[in-house]
């Protein structure tokens, strides 16, 4: 089967992407304008983005609950409801103002409302900017499995403003930095090397950074716009991230972590799986497994919890024929897809996290 092909709308940045955004509302004249917030950006960040946003134009805002456990169908049908009592049509737009909550969601309501309005995401989280908001994935969680339900479709554009970090504590900021780091692992060495040297960097750093973690996914996304062999890399500590995400979800004996405080350890997890079976360089997991502990601590896990972890592998979007495919790394920026790995190397895997 052939695939369509795929351009990236523009991903555009602080003063220049509101320019571009209002010269497209004069350009397509929306019937009218839906802005999706969650409760935290509703406060924090919509009066800040409507200062910049031309008035001409009927504008409607929808608050959705702030969470990932509110990432879910239920949830769409009642953006879905609310879109069809305002009235509206094919020629709406939708601007998703939030963290990947709203972006991943608020895509997927506005792909699926009607067969499909446009719209725009605005990410106002650091894992939204370099991650969420970019590449086409929109979708929502079936139960406790993460992204089970969705589409790839592209936004009009993506528009990053990084005054909108100001309004995050630093649990969040650490969340986004897990996917920069990721990016560094697999696609540029320097790059890693420059975003884990924190103690030479500043937030005046922090703009060029996103610039060049956007630009590795959009890299990754236009030569494999449906994950077919490369935007598989993108998913590099997921595969255990989001199971651990998934379970601490919804275990009763257990905090909710953030998607990329879930990553971080998967990251460790599949770099120790990466030098038993793809030959990764002992002393780079080493360097890996301390960067990430640093910067996040560890989670515990005992036997029990562990099996359930591994249990919901299953359920991974990567799967093909009953097999859980791993994306490993032969070496920083060397990654390789579609790896099978042994049941007891997940049991130790685990216990490397967990002892060094």
């Known amino acids: 089967m052939n695939d369509f092909p795929v351009s990236l709308n523009p991903v555009l940045y602080a003063e220049n992407a509101y320019l571009k955004l209002n010269e497209f509302l004069r350009k397509e004249e929306p019937s009218k304008i839906f802005i999706l917030v969650d409760s935290n950006t509703h406060s924090c960040c919509l009066s800040k983005f409507l200062q910049n946003l031309e008035k001409d134009i009927v504008t409607e805002v929808i608050e959705i609950e702030a969470g990932e456990e509110f990432k879910n169908l239920q949830t769409c049908e009642g953006v879905w409801n609310v879109l069809s009592e305002l009235g509206a049509d094919r020629k709406s737009l939708m601007i998703n103002l939030g963290g990947g909550v709203v972006t991943d969601l608020g895509g997927f309501v506005a792909s699926t409302f009607k067969r499909g309005i446009p719209f725009i995401n605005v990410p106002t989280t650091l894992l939204a900017m370099v991650d969420a908001s970019v590449g086409g994935k929109t979708g929502v ?99 255990l991230g989001h199971a651990i995400e998934s379970f601490c979800l919804t275990s009763p004996n257990r905090s909710k972590l953030l998607h990329g405080e879930a990553i971080a350890a998967g990251m460790i997890l599949e770099t120790f799986l990466s030098t038993e079976l793809e030959g990764f360089p002992q002393r780079k997991l080493e360097q890996v497994s301390k960067v990430i502990t640093d910067l996040y601590g560890k989670e515990e896990f005992n036997s029990d919890e562990i099996s359930e972890i591994k249990n919901l592998l299953k359920f991974d979007k990567k799967n093909e024929k009953g097999n859980v495919n791993f994306v490993l790394l032969k070496d920083i920026a060397k990654p390789v897809i579609d790896i099978i790995v042994p049941d007891q190397l997940l049991d130790k895997a685990f216990d490397f996290y967990s002892n060094n």
């Open 141 to 239: 969680d079936l139960g406790n499995l993460k992204n089970q339900i969705g589409v790839i479709i592209q936004p009009e554009m993506v528009l990053i403003d990084s005054a909108f970090l100001q309004t995050l504590s630093s649990k969040e900021m650490r969340s986004g930095l897990a996917e920069i780091l990721k990016h560094g692992l697999i696609a540029n060495e320097e790059y890693w090397n420059k975003v884990t040297d924190l103690a030479n960097l500043d937030l005046s750093d922090l703009d060029e950074i996103i610039r060049e973690s956007v630009d590795i996914k959009a890299k990754v996304v236009k030569e494999d716009p449906y994950e077919k062999n490369l935007r598989k890399t993108l998913n590099y500590g997921h595969t």
